[in-house]
């Protein structure tokens, strides 16, 4: 339903381009010279057309913020310096839009020209004039009953050619006219009765539109698609769990009992192998959910993005096997949809522990490599071209009794099933070198249970993960230098930190907080810079763009359903002014025992402090002096 629109606005090819390719010259100096001070007066909306040329050749956000990721990469970083470290604490709100629409919002909102689109809680699209908050037009779909494990979440849209893609909570596909909010055309991805919904913001790519199902928790079959972004029509499917014939050895994998970097994940193979007969046609059901949007390659023609947990997440007994693609980073030609491969760093989770965070791209000495922030607590890095692993990082929350096999009588985990890093996307800044990774600290107390699957459409968890009574939830922001795996700077957060990271030229990581706050910390060394009291939980993605010379930092703060933080409904734009503000009060760096990173390969050492204490505490053998 569409309840206003403007009409349609005529744009220069040419402005076009340039808004969407042009590098971002330093802001600082015309700023100071011009005075430029933000307006709240009503403009005509340009509606820009979104080329693909300009967005293959985008590199990083600027004027615009034309990709879910900020640029093809999911860098989710912006080369607009205006706002820096020196100014950021003159930023001061010059609009807010309610959307009325008060439950977990989530989105990261598109910019184009002078026009933001995004989307609330319930699949709903709204476009709004990016430089004074005014209603542009808004749809509302008609969604069909749908099951869901965690809230009507939506998490953006994407912008291409003259339509805006929204896919909606009960697994439909829509193309929105981007000047009126009109249908241009909708189809079904899946069936919401069997289970399926939809909670990622598409990506356009090369004239098609990439989406990825959630539904794991619902014993669902899991599957990417493709389609052709003018009419609709499905280009390819690929299944994130193999049937028998799709994969040299199905779902089954290779029965490893340790995570790629030796670390043991306590599975009782031999008992698998026994079962595997019983369950053979496990994978029917097998979970695999893809959350988030994925990274593009333009050059290489290849999509990656990691394929969340297995199905009933919590009782590997009835699904024996390593459970491809579950747990894995993925690499398809985004052309036909076929495999090119798969890192699987957690092979039959039985912890809720496979990922969610969207992957991102970035290069160092001329090398291509993705990064990923897992809900276990590290930070993975593997070869671009070939999926081989290269590092694991520090870890990044607290880790403790980690793939610990659940008991009828529940286990403590750390992370819990919520994180490390759940959904929520990591910023990566290629001055500084650092990946700016959101965590979950929230240790949880993991069961399992002999659940025969219900009905379709009926969650299906085989056991039970809940709070540990004993113990308090917060957050980290970690610094991560994408060499080495080092943490670089920390900071501990009050709650849990859910939602994405953003990056800037500036030296800035904005990022918004459970407790209703958006925070800038100095890129650099986590200096916490800045600090705005939204009224709500702030799990939006942060987004800047520059409009007539004037840079804007802009955030959804409406709550969030999972972390049960408050609501609210609104989108708050930020601008520079020249009142200074007062400093807000540091966060403290949190103190844990972190294990190190380990390169791909390596031997490790144990410590001597650590082998004598070993000795120390262990009976000597009778007989013995």
Same mark, same amino acid.
């Not at 698609?225 to 499917?237: F, L, Q």
């Not at 080092?486 to 859910?498: D, F, H, K, M, N």
């Not at 800037?504 to 705005?532: E, P």
């Not at 791909?600 to 002096?625: C, H, K």
């Given at each position: 339903?569409?309840?206003?629109?403007?009409?349609?606005?005529?744009?220069?090819?040419?402005?076009?381009?340039?808004?969407?390719?042009?590098?971002?010259?330093?802001?600082?100096?015309?700023?100071?010279?011009?005075?430029?001070?933000?307006?709240?007066?009503?403009?005509?909306?340009?509606?820009?057309?979104?080329?693909?040329?300009?967005?293959?050749?985008?590199?990083?956000? %600027?004027?615009?913020?034309?990709?879910?990721?900020?640029?093809?990469?999911?860098?989710?970083?912006?080369?607009?310096?205006?706002?820096?470290?020196?100014?950021?604490?003159?930023?001061?709100?010059?609009?807010?839009?309610?959307?009325?629409?008060?439950?977990?919002?989530?989105? +990261?909102?598109?910019?184009?020209?002078? !026009?933001?689109?995004?989307?609330?809680?319930?699949?709903r699209v709204i476009a709004l004039d990016a430089t004074t908050g005014e209603l542009l037009w808004r749809f509302t779909p008609d969604l069909s009953p749908v099951s869901l494990c965690c809230g009507p979440n939506n998490r953006g849209v994407a912008v291409y050619g003259q339509n805006v893609y929204v896919a909606t909570l009960d697994a439909k596909l829509f193309a929105l006219d981007s000047r009126t909010g009109e249908v241009v055309w909708e189809t079904t991805v899946a069936d919401p009765d069997d289970g399926y919904s939809i909670t990622m913001a598409p990506?356009?790519?090369?004239?098609?539109?990439? !989406?990825?199902?959630?539904?794991?928790?619902?014993?669902?079959?899991?599957?990417?698609?493709?389609?052709?972004?003018?009419?609709?029509?499905?280009?390819?499917?690929? %299944?994130?769990?193999?049937?028998?014939?799709?994969?040299?050895?199905?779902?089954w994998g290779d029965w490893r009992d340790a995570d790629p970097y030796g670390t043991t994940l306590n599975r009782d193979v031999l008992q698998e192998r026994e079962d595997s007969a019983q369950y053979s046609d496990a994978w029917r059901r097998g979970g695999g959910p893809v959350w988030m949007t994925p990274a593009y390659d333009p050059v290489g023609k290849t999509l990656y993005f990691s394929v969340g947990n297995p199905a009933p997440p919590l009782n590997g007994r009835v699904r024996p096997g390593d459970n491809l693609y579950t747990g894995s980073i993925v690499?398809?030609?985004?052309?036909?949809?076929?495999?090119?491969?798969?890192?699987?760093?957690?092979?039959?989770?039985?912890?809720?522990?496979?990922?969610?965070?969207?992957?991102?791209?970035?290069?160092?000495?001329?090398?291509?490599?993705?990064?990923?922030?897992?809900?276990?607590?590290?930070?993975?890095?593997?070869?671009?071209?070939?999926?081989?692993?290269?590092?694991?990082?520090?870890?990044?929350?607290?880790?403790?009794?980690?793939?610990?096999?659940?008991?009828?009588?529940?286990?403590?985990?750390?992370?819990?099933?919520?994180?490390?890093?759940?959904?929520?996307?990591?910023?990566?800044?290629?001055?500084?070198?650092?990946?700016?990774?959101?965590?979950?600290?929230?240790?949880?107390?993991?069961?399992?249970?002999?659940?025969?699957?219900?009905?379709?459409?009926?969650?299906?968890?085989?056991? +039970?993960?809940?709070?540990?009574?004993?113990?308090?939830?917060?957050?980290?922001?970690?610094?991560?230098?994408?060499?080495?795996?080092?943490?670089?700077?920390?900071?501990?957060?009050?709650?849990?930190?859910?939602?994405?990271?953003?990056?800037?030229?500036?030296?800035?990581?904005?990022?918004?907080?459970?407790?209703?706050?958006?925070?800038?910390?100095?890129?650099?060394?986590?200096?916490?810079?800045?600090?705005?009291?939204?009224?709500?939980?702030?799990?939006?993605?942060?987004?800047?763009?520059?409009?007539?010379?004037?840079?804007?930092?802009?955030?959804?703060?409406?709550?969030?359903?999972?972390?049960?933080?408050?609501?609210?409904?609104?989108?708050?734009?930020?601008?520079?002014?020249?009142?200074?503000?007062?400093?807000?009060?540091?966060?403290?760096?949190?103190?844990?025992? &972190?294990?190190?990173?380990? &390169?791909?390969?390596?031997?490790?050492?144990?410590?001597?402090?650590?082998?004598?204490?070993?000795?120390?505490?262990?009976?000597?053998?009778?007989?013995?002096?």
């Open positions: 339903m569409v309840v206003k629109s403007w009409g349609s606005v005529p744009a220069a090819s040419a402005l076009a381009l340039l808004v969407l390719t042009s590098a971002c010259r330093s802001n600082r100096q015309e700023m100071a010279e011009s005075n430029a001070q933000p307006t709240n007066e009503l403009t005509a909306p340009t509606f820009v057309a979104v080329e693909g040329v300009a967005l293959d050749s985008l590199q990083a956000a %600027n004027e615009s913020w034309p990709v879910h990721g900020g640029a093809y990469n999911n860098q989710r970083f912006s080369v607009l310096d205006q706002v820096n470290r020196e100014n950021v604490h003159q930023l001061v709100p010059v609009w807010v839009y309610q959307t009325g629409v008060t439950e977990s919002f989530q989105t +990261t909102p598109i910019v184009v020209g002078n !026009v933001m689109y995004l989307t609330t809680a319930e699949s990506l356009a790519y090369d004239g098609r539109v990439f !989406v990825g199902v959630s539904g794991g928790k619902f014993g669902i079959r899991g599957f990417v698609a493709a389609y052709a972004a003018d009419t609709g029509e499905r280009a390819w499917v690929w %299944n994130t769990i193999p049937a028998p014939d799709e994969a040299p050895n199905g779902w690499a398809l030609d985004a052309v036909s949809g076929v495999l090119k491969w798969y890192f699987q760093y957690l092979p039959h989770d039985v912890w809720d522990l496979a990922p969610g965070s969207a992957p991102f791209l970035f290069s160092v000495d001329g090398r291509r490599f993705v990064g990923h922030a897992g809900k276990t607590g590290w930070l993975y890095v593997v070869d671009a071209e070939t999926g081989e692993p290269v590092l694991r990082s520090e870890n990044f929350v607290p880790q403790d009794a980690l793939f610990a096999p659940p008991a009828s009588d529940g286990v403590r985990i750390v992370p819990g099933s919520n994180g490390g890093t759940s959904w929520s996307p990591v910023a990566y800044s290629p001055r500084t070198g650092s990946a700016y990774v959101p965590a979950t600290h929230q240790p949880m107390i993991v069961a399992s249970a002999a659940q025969p699957r219900g009905e379709p459409g009926s969650l299906w968890l085989g056991g +039970t993960s809940r709070l540990s009574p004993d113990d308090e939830s917060w957050g980290t922001l970690s610094a991560i230098d994408v060499r080495t795996g080092s943490i670089r700077w920390q900071r501990r957060t009050a709650a849990p930190l859910v939602g994405p990271v953003l990056a800037t030229a500036g030296d800035l990581v904005f990022v918004g907080q459970g407790t209703g706050t958006l925070d800038a910390f100095d890129a650099v060394d986590g200096t916490l810079l800045w600090q705005f009291r939204t009224g709500a939980g702030a799990h939006g993605g942060p987004v800047t763009y520059s409009v007539n010379g004037i840079q804007y930092v802009a955030i959804a703060a409406g709550g969030d359903y999972q972390t049960d933080s408050p609501r609210g409904n609104a989108v708050i734009a930020f601008a520079l002014a020249t009142s200074p503000r007062s400093m807000p009060v540091q966060y403290e760096t949190p103190q844990y025992t &972190r294990t190190g990173a380990i &390169r791909y390969g390596e031997v490790r050492q144990i410590p001597a402090a650590e082998l004598e204490r070993f000795r120390a505490s262990t009976p000597a053998p009778a007989g013995t002096d």
